[in-house]
Nanobody, 115 residues
């Protein structure tokens, strides 16, 4: 069992920044975020490996150069630094954790970028 507590969403103006946090209980292999905007399918945003067997990150093309995912192993927490936010980044962001058994999801947090 993995529990995920997600925070950091909010309302910002275009060009602003937000930092999402996802604190996990238990062990995981990969963590990251998906997002879903109204009228669109859920899309991958970013992911990061635990560093136990693989130590890498990956990003959707739409956020490369603007978003950065990182982890704090002592807190078992993953962060998503979002810079240069655009109105099209507006979505419900959901943290996920992948284990050998299943995928776990956080409660989600809303990010709204005003123009």
């Amino acid at each position: 069992q993995v529990q995920l507590v997600e925070s950091g969403g909010g309302l910002v103006q275009a060009g602003g920044s937000l930092r999402l946090s996802c604190a996990a209980s238990g062990s995981w292999n990969v963590m990251g975020w998906y997002r879903q905007a109204p009228g669109k399918q859920r899309e991958f945003v970013a992911g990061i490996d635990s560093g136990i067997s693989v130590d890498s990150t990956n990003y959707a093309d739409s956020v490369k150069g603007r978003f950065a995912i990182s982890r704090d192993n002592t807190k078992n927490t993953v962060y998503l630094q979002m810079n240069s936010l655009k109105p099209e980044d507006t979505a419900a962001y959901s943290c996920y954790a992948v284990t050998v058994n299943r995928v776990y999801w956080g409660q989600g947090t809303q990010v709204t970028v005003s123009s």
